[in-house]
């Protein structure tokens, strides 16, 4: 049996992923993934390791994530009133949401005139970076492991010493004319 | 029961303003004591590596405001470590503008002729270098050829680094672990040390007291090492002169928190923070419309797909940098390279919405590689002020490192705005030029507006009304407490502010070494730059009176 702690940590993880899905999404592990919307191929924020990142004490969202979920689900139920939607009785409510009503949810958390945005930002900020930086992995190991996020954009790898150096970096050629009136320092006049 | 110890001179901040300051006043024989709030990382220290924790998030600082975000150094050599050593001189009309104050905002002794003998020195000292165009990497070159593609000029920009040793790595905002780039770690701290002065690491000011004998009290914090959210001991210390160099984050936050205790602050502290009229465009490139339209190729027969390669911004176009063009309608546009993280949540997909998230940013994030930033330095309208401050700081640190919430307010006015929307159809016009790219600016929706260039929040003036330090940088009603840093700059550059704040710091500092001697403190000016050079020091010799 499931302790209760465990149950709800199950939960909100589902909710934190179903936020962290809608921001970058990705493919969905298995068909049974409800968390994730799949409307992508590849990993997204959540294969990006958002849950970990969120959860990693350094960040400062972490003691905040329970409520986070809670206000979330919140959110949810009411946009489902508003725009008549059925939600399923066995998921979170934001786990409910199909990945279009999730993604107007969340412009409406971040828009400029919400109350409580700068907490949505920064939950958006975290899954966003997740995906685009791994910041909860060494960089050298992120990639020799595969990360999807750093994989998509194409990041190059480092030299052997784990250090970036990119020995041909340019066109080698004057490409166009210095403004006339620069100075005898290359500042302008 | 604490005792409190002195010195004669307490420089807070260890960035230009306050380098420079420590270098020429320790080589003049005076006590000098440098307070920075951040730790003492060397190159070997700093790490090719996004994971928090590392490198990164312990130099850098990220204070999120109301309207405004304001990006910075946090460590010994303040943003040199993390800078991208860009440094320009500030163009002629910069000098002559009057903002909205209705009068020429900088004061009469101060124009780009006056300050060239300074802006000299700095250039010696760290050393400043022309680039050439053989050694621009393939951003700034992709930059220029577009520019001329489109009848523009664009310039290699003068720079602090050491091409020579480059690696071209662009992880210069974790710091150089290589050396190359000329931070204020290679120069003025150094020669300060050398001549006695102490630097402490983790030391955060927090507020400023007058003693009975017309010194200051300074009392600070020590800051944990590994989560700036945890301060530990305090104390305090007596210093005869201060110098204030936070930068313009920092400095009017302390000096507000400082005045029960010093008594009324001119006006001009913590108002009038220029943001440099920042603004970032993000452009993602057609590879094949690069090799057709511009005739590039790489030697491995890539068109570009080298946004991660360089050094930061390596080229400018000054075409709008016309002082005949009306005040608020002049920037500078620049090549820049962003690092992951910070440089993409901003970046907008052109015509999608959402715009920032969703399938469409991915899609974008996976042409990464084929972006272009373009970097906007306007005149923005001074427009920032300070509310009150926080209880330590000048953030509520939200992370252990890196992120904090600060009282910066700032709501751009229709002038800033103005500015922002020429930059951004100009940015536009030159980069979709025969369907080269697709471009949109950052949105501001998510942060405000944000700046790696805060400026004026502590300003230099002819008038008591508007500015909060005469043209000596001593701050007004409070002998003895100077401000060198961002701070005093009077408003935006229209180009990365380094090389001015610094030649202005120079500028300051016979003045400064003249009112340290009237308060008892034997100290003469005149030290050669940091390496022994002299050709800078003969040059201002006439000018120290
Ligand atoms: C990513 C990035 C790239 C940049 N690139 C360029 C560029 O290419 N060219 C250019 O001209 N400029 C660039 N800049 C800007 C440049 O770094 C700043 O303009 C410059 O460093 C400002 O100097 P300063 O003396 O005002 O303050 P800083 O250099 O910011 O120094 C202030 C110091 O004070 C410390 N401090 C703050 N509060 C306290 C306190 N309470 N007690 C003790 N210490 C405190 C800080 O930790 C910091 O070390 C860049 C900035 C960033 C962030």
Redesign the interface.
Known sequence: MESDEAAEHRVRTMVLEAFADTIIPGEKRGPDDAAIAGVDVGGGAVAGGAIELLEDPAGGLAPALDTICVELDEYAREHAAATGLDLDPDLPPFVGLPFEARTALVEKLTSPDHPDKQMWVGLALFCNMAFDSAPHMHTVDALASGHPGLLAMGYESPEPDGLWRFPTFSYGRQLADPHPSTTATGSPA | MTTTESTDVLVIGSGFGGAIAAYHLAAGGAQVKVFERGPWLKADDFE???????SY?RVFDFV?GDGMSVLGGNCVGGGSVVYFATM?????FVFERHGSIGRRMWPAAISRDTLEPW?DRV?EALP?T??T??????AG?LF??A??HAG???????SAIDVDMC?????MMAGC?FDAKRSLLLNYLPAALAHGAEIRPLHEVQHLVRNADGSYRVHYRVVDEE?YRILHGEGTIDAKIVVLAAGAGATPVILQRSEPHLGRMPHAVGRYFSGNGERLNTAVFDEDRVREVLK?S???GRAY??Y???RGPT?A???R?DGALPEFERY?LEQLYF???LG??LAQVPDAS?SW???E??EM??R??SWLTIFTMSEDDNEGVFGPPPETGNAHR????M?G?GPLRYRPTENTRRGWSLADADVKDILERDGLSRVMPWTN???GAYTVHPLASCRIGDDPATSALDDRHELRGHPGIFVTDGSAVPGALT?NPA?TIAALAERAMPGIVRAARDRGVAVTYGAPSPDGETAGRRAVAHLRS
């Open positions: 090719h590596d996004f994971k928090l924790g590392a998030t999120i320009p001189r500030a163009p002629r802006y250039a400043v022309q680039q165009w053989d050694r621009v990497p393939y070159g220029a050829a520019c001329h523009r000029t664009a310039n290699p920009a003068p690696t071209n790595c662009n992880w672990r989560d590039l790489r030697p491995d797909e080298a991660q390669i360089g080229v176009s000054w075409d940098l500078s690092p992951p993280a993409t949540i959402p998230f969703g399938r940013k991915k994030l996976r990464w590689q939200f992370s252990q490192q992120l919430h929706d998510l942060v180009v090389s």
